[in-house]
């Protein structure tokens, strides 16, 4: 066969596995489609139908076809963590700054605790430290992938669950807003280099200064301009960041958080971000299961990502109630929270891409952290759900 029709059947497989399972099977309750992506990702990558049919994974995912989908994936989600950068809204987090810092801190800060704890026990044995991690990068890592909320998944559960423009809806979003900005500094932090310092301050600086000039222009050109600039601008913040050690990823973030939402139709630009996970986002899931790995043992790397859910739901749901407890929230309301914000999925799945791509982490405990955020994220639909109803004509009250 030719590399196109070898191509053509890895995409085939991509986006039919995925769909047909979610569809035959009814699993949006507990598993939305991006899981489902996610998991077969996992199952046609090497780990399992590659062991178990070595022939099946050489023809399909041969070097030159896994070459190209590693092409759609990185540009694929460079979209997608644009688009979470440009949805997110400053003025209200600012404008209700107290209860937003201390609840979005609080939810950062606990988990983030016990995921580094987690990650001390973890480096006790060999094996989860990525050969150019250091011990304060790979336990600051770990931890915050424990910490981090995915905003965009988070954007579409609470869409499905009828309050994502319900003012309960708007709290939650400002809450993993602030975190979500907290998670891409501490990535950053993670990744700085000291041999690499140079470039990336002269990154920053060329960064702010272009800011400044974008932004002046967004304001007098189409909103048809607007779209072909902005990605032109999210290029070109992509390379700049990975040529200064920072990664694509930080660069894309920072392209979209520097512009306003409101510069874009939101009907435009919900359909955009929606057809970014229909017809892209697919070919990322598979590179990531590609990328699974279990020479270790299954047992050990389940049992590491048992340890790592438990740390991450804890902490989540031990920082909401706290912040619950101090600003006398109504009985019943961090449960809730604080289940929405332990939702990991996709941005959690691109900042331990981001550690594994540094060798910060091993594939090992990437695989371990892939589980835990599949794990998350399907809890979080069957416990909201019937919780949510009970909190009554509280979703609709502005707090």
């Known amino acids: 066969m030719t590399p196109t029709e070898v191509f053509l059947i890895a995409v085939f497989l991509i986006f039919s596995v995925p769909y047909l399972v979610w569809r035959l099977a009814r699993t949006e309750y507990y598993a ?26 050489a ?74 991690g250091s011990t304060v990068q790979v336990v600051l890592g770990i931890g915050m992938a424990c910490a981090v909320t995915a905003l965009p998944i988070l954007v579409l559960l609470m869409a499905k669950l009828d309050i994502l423009r319900q003012p309960f809806g708007q709290r939650i979003l400002r809450y993993a807003s602030l975190d979500d900005i907290a998670i891409w500094a501490v990535l950053a932090l993670i990744l700085l ?15 702010g200064i272009a800011s400044w000039a974008l932004r ?41 958080a520097v512009l306003d939402a409101g510069w874009f139709d939101r009907e435009q630009l919900d359909a955009f971000r929606d057809h970014v996970l229909l017809a892209v986002m697919p070919v990322f899931f ?10 270790m043992g299954g047992v050990a790397v389940f049992a590491v990502a048992a340890l790592l859910l438990a740390a991450s739901t804890a902490g989540k749901l031990a920082g909401v109630h706290l912040a619950g407890r101090l600003l006398g929230w109504a009985r019943g309301e961090a449960t809730v929270i604080g289940w929405l914000l332990q939702t990991k999925a996709l941005i959690m799945i691109i900042f331990a891409n981001v550690l594994l791509d540094r060798q910060i982490i091993t594939r090992e405990t990437f695989t371990a952290l892939l589980l835990m955020a599949v794990g998350s994220t399907m809890l979080t639909m069957p416990i909201v759900k019937p919780r949510l109803r009970a909190l009554g004509d509280l979703v609709g009250r502005v707090q």
């Not at 989908?69 to 404008?95: P, S, T």
């Not at 301009?225 to 290029?235: C, K, Q, S």
């Not at 598979?286 to 020479?295: A, E, I, K, N, P």
């Open 32 to 57: 939305p489609l991006v899981v489902v992506q996610i998991l077969c990702g996992i199952l046609l990558g090497p780990g399992i139908l590659g062991a178990a049919f070595p022939g099946y994974y």
């Open 216 to 256: 002046r222009l967004m304001i007098r050109i189409s909103p048809m301009d607007r779209w072909y600039v902005g990605l032109i601008w999210l290029a070109g913040c992509g390379f700049l960041a990975d040529w200064s050690g920072l990664h694509f990823m930080v660069g894309a973030f920072l392209a979209g």
């Open 193 to 207: 280099d000291w041999q690499r310092v140079g470039r990336q301050a002269a990154f920053l600086a060329i960064f």
């Open 286 to 295: 598979l590179s990531t299961g590609l990328r699974t790995q279990w020479d």
């Open 59 to 132: 023809f399909v995912f041969n070097p030159q076809t896994v070459a190209a989908l590693n092409g759609i994936a990185w540009w694929g989600v460079m979209l997608f963590v644009w688009i979470a950068g440009i949805e997110l809204d400053l003025r209200q987090a600012w404008a209700r700054r107290g209860e937003t810092s201390i609840t979005a801190g609080l939810a950062l800060g606990a988990p983030l605790l016990l995921g580094s704890l987690a990650a001390l026990v973890m480096l006790r044995f060999p094996g989860w430290a990525g050969p150019r």
